[in-house]
Each structure stands twice: as structure tokens, then as C-alpha cells.
């Protein structure tokens, strides 16, 4: 993808609810695939889930799944069951078709509380 | 385990003092890239390597080097540090290039230039 927007600059959600974390992307590319990474305070950058735009179902890993929706252009993280660990700032990103660079959106801040 | 290991984590120097920063991955993966991470610029890529002795500039490549003698490492030069290169950087790295390759990245550096 040439673009990831991530809207939501901050969002906040009670421990054990479900939150969606939006992403919207542009390309013009037939094939892609959509990242989300995790950072949470300590700076780290954890992977999360994959979704590639020629798979049929959408993408789960444990409490994240993506909400695949291409005629929209969305990627939307979804966390089950949030946690207080789960406080980190959220990024979706996207590999350049040629040099598999991850064009990054700006990030979403999730805060979860008791 | 699986890792991708940079260090140091943190590192404070001073203008002009060459530096080098570590980055080694033990997973076998062709494709490595550094990426610096700034407030408000979100991550950019500095370099890459798709392989040994093969490596390109990304989007800020000037004032920093990259060698990659042996696929497991991929150090990142600071020839004459400046304090607009104070950031937090990554190292990256992926099995291959192309759509499903996941980048695992390392825990980010921070390095601060007076």
C-alpha cells in the first residue's frame, strides 16, 4: 500500500471488553498485505497479525483478529477481552510491492482500564 | 529463541563521535532494514539489505552507513553523529522479500546526540 491512515489518536476501553482499532489504507497494488504492530511503553515493536488481500477469510491470532474489508480499504484490529497489558500505542503498516518497505500509519493509543 | 538483537538500547554521545549500532538476527532471514522512529514523522526506513553484500538506501539514508558482510548481522553507522539523528531506532528483518513475509523487529535503540 502507498498510504496507511490510522484516524483515532487515542482510544480508551474497559479491561475485558473489545475494542476495534481502525486502519484504512490506499493502493493501487493487486496484491498486498496489511501489518499490525504493537508498542507498548518499553518502545518495543511486537508483530501481531498478517491479513494478505488474496486471503478469503479474515486473519485471527489469539485475542486479535482483522476485519478485512477490501471494497472498503479497511484493516481493522480487533482485541477480545482487553487486558491492562494490552495499554500500548497501535500501528497498522503495509510492505512496498518493490522494496518491501513498511509504509507505517501514525498510530492509535489504547489505554485500558480496570 | 527466535530474535532479532540490537544494542545498545540505549546510547548518549556527542556531536562527531562515530558509532555503531548492532543488529543481528538468528532466524536466517534474507531481508534486513534499519528504521528510525521520531514524534510526529512516525517510522522511516534508513536502509536495507535483501541480502549479503546487496544492500539500498531507504527514505533518510544521509549520515548513515550499513554493511552486511554475513546474512545473520546488519550494523548501522554513524559516521559524525548530529542531533537531529537523537531517535529511536529499529532493526528489522523478514525471511524474504515479497507478500506474507513477516518483519520481526528488534527492541529499538535510543540513542540521544549532544
Known amino acids: 500500500a502507498q498510504k496507511i491512515t490510522q484516524t483515532q489518536p487515542g482510544m480508551f476501553v474497559q479491561e475485558k471488553e473489545a475494542v476495534t482499532l481502525d486502519c484504512t489504507y490506499d493502493?493501487?497494488?493487486?496484491?498486498?498485505?496489511l501489518f499490525w504492530y504493537k508498542q507498548p511503553s518499553s518502545g518495543e515493536m511486537i508483530f501481531l497479525i498478517y491479513q494478505g488481500s488474496y486471503d478469503e477469510q479474515n486473519a485471527t491470532e489469539g485475542r486479535y483478529s482483522l476485519n478485512f474489508q477490501k471494497a472498503r480499504k479497511s484493516a481493522n484490529l480487533v482485541i477480545s477481552a482487553s487486558q491492562l497489558g494490552d495499554s500500548a500505542m497501535y500501528f497498522c503498516?503495509?510492505?512496498?510491492?518493490?522494496?518491501?518497505?513498511?509504509?507505517f500509519g501514525t498510530g492509535t493509543r489504547l489505554q485500558v482500564f480496570p | 529463541e527466535a530474535q532479532v538483537t540490537q544494542n545498545p538500547r540505549y546510547l548518549i554521545t556527542v556531536t562527531g563521535k562515530k558509532l555503531t549500532v548492532t543488529c543481528s538476527q538468528n532466524?536466517?532471514?534474507?531481508?534486513m532494514s534499519w528504521y528510525r522512529q521520531d514524534p510526529g514523522l512516525g517510522l522511516r526506513q534508513i536502509y536495507y539489505s535483501m541480502n549479503v553484500e546487496v544492500t539500498d538506501k531507504g527514505d533518510v539514508p544521509e549520515g548513515y552507513k550499513v554493511s552486511r558482510k554475513e546474512k545473520r548481522n546488519f550494523p548501522l553507522i554513524l559516521e559524525s553523529p548530529s542531533p537531529n539523528q537523537t531517535s529511536l531506532y529499529f532493526c528489522?528483518?523478514?525471511?524474504?522479500?515479497?507478500?506474507?513475509?513477516?518483519?520481526?523487529f528488534g527492541a529499538g535503540t535510543r540513542l540521544s546526540v549532544l
Open positions: 493502493t493501487s497494488d493487486q496484491s498486498y498485505g
Open positions: 532466524m536466517n532471514h534474507e531481508y
Open positions: 503498516a503495509s510492505p512496498h510491492y518493490n522494496t518491501d518497505k513498511l509504509i
Open positions: 528489522a528483518s523478514s525471511l524474504s522479500v515479497g507478500l506474507g513475509n513477516i518483519q520481526y
